[in-house]
């Protein structure tokens, strides 16, 4: 996970000279850009700032305040400003001062046991992969709850918990009430109850909420 996070970075950084190419003078000593193309990069940076920074980062909210356009700014003299914000970002996050170590850790775990589920699944044992992913799930939550300072317990619990305390929210709390489903059946040795592209789904909606919470 966290190699793809940095090659995320490195992919967006590469983005920038394209980005800087459409720049081009205008009238009264002003510059112009592409707005779309620099909306779409915009984007992506904020969904990788939320997931390797965090939203309650320095990073991500000097991306929003550099985002302000002032009296007299082209839209190139906002790129500018973002530019410097996710290059910085990007700098602390390779340079490893933004995760913990325990994070750290539990990201490798977590990647790891994420890559056998999917293993087993392309080996066309679907419940054994939906039980990995799922057991990977519940410790993500419980860790979640420790360090939230909730009493931990039964899936279906934390997942109330940590929703009610407003770690995510309810559309996220349902997605993952379907996902302990499709471990429960997994579990209990039903694969009628499910396909093999619903775990496909299942480990990618893993990663992603891992990615997210272990910032």
Request: proline content about 1%.
């Amino acid at each position: 996970m966290l190699n793809k996070l940095s090659n995320r970075f490195d992919e967006l950084f590469k983005e920038v000279p394209l980005l800087e190419s459409t720049i081009v003078p205008v009238d009264g000593g002003y510059y112009k850009m592409d707005e779309a193309a620099l909306l779409v990069w915009e984007v992506k940076v904020k969904s990788l700032l939320i997931s390797s920074c965090g939203k309650e980062s320095i990073h991500y909210s000097e991306f929003l305040e550099a985002k302000k356009t002032h009296q007299y700014e082209s839209t190139s003299d906002v790129f500018k400003r973002l530019q410097s914000v996710f290059i910085a970002a990007m700098d602390d996050y390779k340079g490893g001062f933004l995760t913990s170590i325990k994070n750290l850790i539990q990201a490798d775990v977590f990647d790891s046991e994420l890559e056998q589920a999917n293993e087993l699944l392309n080996s066309g044992y679907k419940l054994a992969s939906a039980v990995i992913a799922g057991v990977v799930l519940e410790t993500a939550l419980r860790d979640l709850c420790v360090r939230e300072s909730i009493l931990t317990g039964k899936l279906d619990k934390m997942n109330a918990d940590l929703t009610k305390k407003g770690v995510y929210n309810k559309l996220q709390q349902k997605r993952i009430t379907a996902l302990a489903d499709i471990r429960n059946s997994a579990a209990h040795g039903k694969p009628n109850d499910f396909s093999e592209n619903d775990v496909k789904n299942m480990i990618k909606d893993i990663e992603q909420f891992l990615a997210v919470q272990l910032a």
